[in-house]
Structures are given as structure tokens and as C-alpha cells.
């Protein structure tokens, strides 16, 4: 699916997401979530998740680059190299 959509919109889709998902810790510093009687603990325990989401998302355009620019018999190697390279990357730091 993906693949038929042009890549600046996919690109600026998924960084208007990410950047309104990575909002949700200014909820916790203006107490916002305490008004809704969600606890501090919990809320950053979803906060923290949410971004690991948001994280992801921003892989997936990167992806379809690379399906893109690779030839049609190692779509599935090269997807396999970018991910051992971002997860080697993700464990690291």
C-alpha cells in the first residue's frame, strides 16, 4: 500500500503524526491528565509507549525509500539489513 503513495506525502504524513503524538508529554506537565483522574505513573508508563510508536512510524517511511531504491529480488534482504542496522542502533545508545 505504500508504495503507490509519493514519498513527501508519506514522509510529511508521518512527521505531522509523530509530532503530534510527541505533544503528549506537555498533557503530564500542565497536570491535564490528573484533571481526567489518571494517575502520573501510569500516564507516563502510555506516554513512553506512545513514543515508542511514534519512533516506529517514522521508520516506516524510510522503508518504502529503500523498497524503492533496491531491486525487486531483495526487497525482503534489504529490509532485513535495515532493521538489523536500526535495532543494533536502538540497543547501543
Not at 23 to 45: C, E, K, M, W
Amino acid at each position: 500500500f505504500f508504495t503507490e503513495v509519493p514519498f513527501r506525502r508519506l514522509f510529511a504524513m508521518a512527521t505531522l503524526a509523530c509530532v503530534l503524538l510527541s505533544l503528549t508529554p506537555l498533557i503530564q506537565v500542565f497536570r491535564i491528565n490528573r484533571s481526567y483522574g489518571v494517575d502520573d505513573h501510569v500516564f507516563a508508563l502510555v506516554d513512553t509507549m506512545i513514543i515508542t510508536v511514534v519512533g516506529e512510524i517514522l521508520w516506516i517511511p524510510m522503508l518504502v525509500l529503500a523498497s524503492r531504491l533496491c531491486p525487486k529480488t531483495v526487497e525482503g534482504t534489504t529490509f532485513a539489513f535495515f532493521l538489523s542496522i536500526h535495532n543494533l542502533g536502538y540497543w547501543s545508545s
